[in-house]
């Protein structure tokens, strides 16, 4: 193996292979170590032994980047693709309320209507009386209380914020939501109420495109494929990352010096596999959840009121899913045979504060899809998966920036760039089309001798996550 190279990457994922893409699209020397036998990262699909496709959670394509949209049209050409109107709801008190939640109270009964109404309309006056002067939400929980109200709150948002999280949003920070939760428009609320109406047509992914064939996972597949196979090092673990003298070593025992890496390791190990550069204790700091998805193959067609549905929000404790997605509906491809099965694919979350009796979930969710039902006849499953994802979310918890941005500063110091979901931590630029940017992003400062300012995602993410970007 090469034992030299200007940029070196670590991992496939989005990150690895949009900075891969620039590289290769510059000309400059590089090379990619990957773990695993294949690219795609926590955005990689795969075929269950009955021949269902499933992501490793709900993955949907929605972009900020004109350039993400190109490379995807790249990816799989324009006939690759399906595109679908998002349609979301909250599965709550044994009944279906599109999302936004807050928009659709007609669908609650009087009593739960009334108590979100009032406790918006009390939001509403504090926030009126004192626009000026008004502090910054002490944590996330006291963000939802100062915006909704304790009725959407108590009845919604917060138990369903732990069921995503795992941990109590009054630990976790308030400045990372930007678009993602959609606060209130009282008159909508209204509207709504009084016209008996849905709302449907909130947020920024109002329509996402999936794959015809193989899952998310087919995106990265394809553009990994476009990369020259000589500069891409599967099945390379990296074991040790050398700061001073600027060198990976492999579990297998190679080194490699490079000008610049491009780490997308999650952060806490590459603290810990960096030899003291950063105090190890620094690593147990960074909070992150862990994920579970259970998949769900099924004989037959969705039931009537899962014909149209995308995915579906679970707040209530009776269930350890916090989501699912009729994932036959984003491909009905992602069956062996097509139109004749479907399938659910339900995530759950776990953490030290929330634990998940892993043992016990497959036969958990199959109860509570029962009990939702979702699942009509238990006898027509014909397929059940189980994937833990030891690290799924890195969590915006409280105090993250003073903690995580000296670390990344001081990788810097020693030419080692660390980006991506878990490299760079924030939750906020984290998904697939902010991953590829970092990549991107950081190879032109690289190669421009750039400052900061030319990683507008990893360090303006409020403003790129608020307009449409190149
Ligand atoms: C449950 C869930 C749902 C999601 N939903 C969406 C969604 O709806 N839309 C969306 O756009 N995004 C979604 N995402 C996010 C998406 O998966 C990430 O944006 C993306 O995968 C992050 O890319 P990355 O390259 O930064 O990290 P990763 O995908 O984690 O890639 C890192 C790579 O580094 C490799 N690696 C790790 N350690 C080593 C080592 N020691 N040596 C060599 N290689 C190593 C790994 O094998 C991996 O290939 C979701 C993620 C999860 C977990």
Redesign the pocket.
């Known amino acids: 193996m090469k034992d030299t190279t200007d940029y070196l990457i670590?991992?496939?994922?989005?990150?690895?292979l949009g900075a891969a893409l620039r590289l290769d699209e510059l000309g400059l020397d590089w090379m990619l170590?990957?773990?695993?036998d294949h690219a795609?990262?926590?955005?990689t699909s795969f075929v269950d032994d009955q021949g269902f496709t499933w992501d490793?959670?709900?993955?949907?394509?929605f972009s900020h980047y004109d350039r993400f949209d190109r490379y995807m049209d790249l990816a799989l050409g324009p006939d690759g693709w399906l595109t679908h109107q998002r349609e979301s709801w909250v599965w709550i008190r044994d009944r279906f309320v599109p999302y936004p939640f807050q928009n659709n109270l007609h669908r609650l009964d009087p009593a739960d209507r009334w108590a979100c109404v009032e406790g918006l309309w009390q939001a509403v006056q504090a926030l009126d009386g004192s626009v000026q002067g008004l502090d910054k939400p002490a944590n996330f929980a006291a963000w939802m209380e100062r915006t909704m109200g304790p009725g959407i709150c108590d009845l919604f948002l917060k138990p369903y914020n732990f069921k995503v999280w795992a941990y109590p949003p009054s630990t976790m920070d308030a400045n990372w939501m930007g678009e993602r939760v959609a606060v209130p428009d009282l008159k909508a609320v209204m509207r709504s109420i009084c016209l008996n109406q849905d709302d449907v047509g909130w947020g920024p992914n109002k329509v996402f495109r999936f794959p015809v064939r193989g899952g998310t996972g087919a995106v990265w597949k394809a553009l990994a494929a476009r990369l020259p196979a000589a500069r891409m090092r599967y099945g390379?673990?990296?074991a040790r990352v050398e700061p001073e003298g600027r060198a990976v070593h492999t579990e297998a025992g190679d080194t490699i010096r490079a000008r610049h890496i491009l780490s997308?390791?999650?952060l806490n190990?590459l603290i810990r596999m960096s030899g003291g550069w950063v105090e190890a204790a620094t690593a147990d700091r960074l909070v992150y959840s862990s994920?579970h998805v259970v998949g769900i193959g099924i004989e037959g067609q969705p039931p009537e009121a899962l014909r149209t549905k995308c995915w579906m929000y679970f707040p209530e404790a009776h269930s350890p899913y916090y989501r699912i997605t009729v994932f036959t509906n984003y491909s009905p491809n992602n069956a062996p045979r097509p139109g004749a099965q479907w399938s659910l694919m339900t995530?759950t979350s776990e953490s030290p504060a929330k634990p998940v009796d892993a043992e016990r979930l497959v036969a958990d969710t199959l109860a509570a899809l029962g009990k939702d039902r979702l699942l009509p006849d238990p006898d027509a499953v014909c397929s059940v998966v189980h994937r833990r994802?030891p690290q799924?979310?890195p969590t915006p918890f409280l105090g993250r920036d003073p903690v995580v941005d000296p670390v990344l500063r001081r990788f810097e110091e020693a030419g080692i760039w660390s980006r991506?979901?878990?490299?760079a931590w924030k939750y906020e630029v984290?998904?697939?089309?902010?991953?590829f940017a970092q990549g991107y992003e950081c190879v032109d400062r690289l190669a421009a001798g750039a400052g900061p300012e030319a990683e507008p995602t990893l360090h303006r993410p409020s403003w790129v996550n608020g307009r449409r970007n190149g």
């Open positions: 670590l991992g496939a994922g989005p990150t690895g170590l990957e773990a695993e795609g990262g926590l955005a490793l959670g709900g993955h949907v394509q390379s673990r990296v997308t390791i999650p190990h994920t995530e994802l799924g979310y991506g979901r878990f490299g984290a998904n697939q089309d902010h991953s």
